[in-house]
Nanobody, 114 residues
Framework: QVQLVESGGGLVQAGGSLRLSCAVS????????IAWYRRAPGKQRVFVAA???????RYADSVKDRFTISRDNARNTVYLQMNSLKPEDTAVYYC????????WGQGTQVTVSS
């Protein structure tokens, strides 16, 4: 069973940067595709970025050229580097498998002030 824990959220000013971390269980990390999702206030949870076990990546158009997803096999961790943050990036961010399962965690809050 895959287990994931998000961390790294916080409050930043528009134009700033933040890096989120997703710790993944060691036994499944190398064979599992991982993605980041987010849910803004009053909106549906949406896809943000994904990385396959082979290192291929995908991004939502809204974050392309600003966010970068990566994985560190030695640390069993997936990262989401977020640059040039905008107020519309404010949301709770979740990591999950890709395609996502129904086992969502609590996520980590990202708030971007204007």
């Amino acid at each position: 069973q895959v287990q994931l824990v998000e961390s790294g959220g916080g409050l930043v000013q528009a134009g700033g940067s933040l890096r989120l971390s997703c710790a993944v269980s060691r036994t499944t990390f190398s064979i599992t595709h991982i993605a980041w999702y987010r849910r803004a206030p009053g909106k549906q949870r949406v896809f943000v970025a994904a990385i396959t076990s082979g290192g291929n990546t995908r991004y939502a158009d809204s974050v392309k050229d600003r966010f970068t997803i990566s994985r560190d096999n030695a640390r069993n961790t997936v990262y989401l580097q977020m640059n040039s943050l905008k107020p519309e990036d404010t949301a709770v961010y979740y990591c999950n498998q890709w395609p996502a399962t129904s086992a969502w965690g609590q996520g980590t809050q990202v708030t971007v002030s204007s």
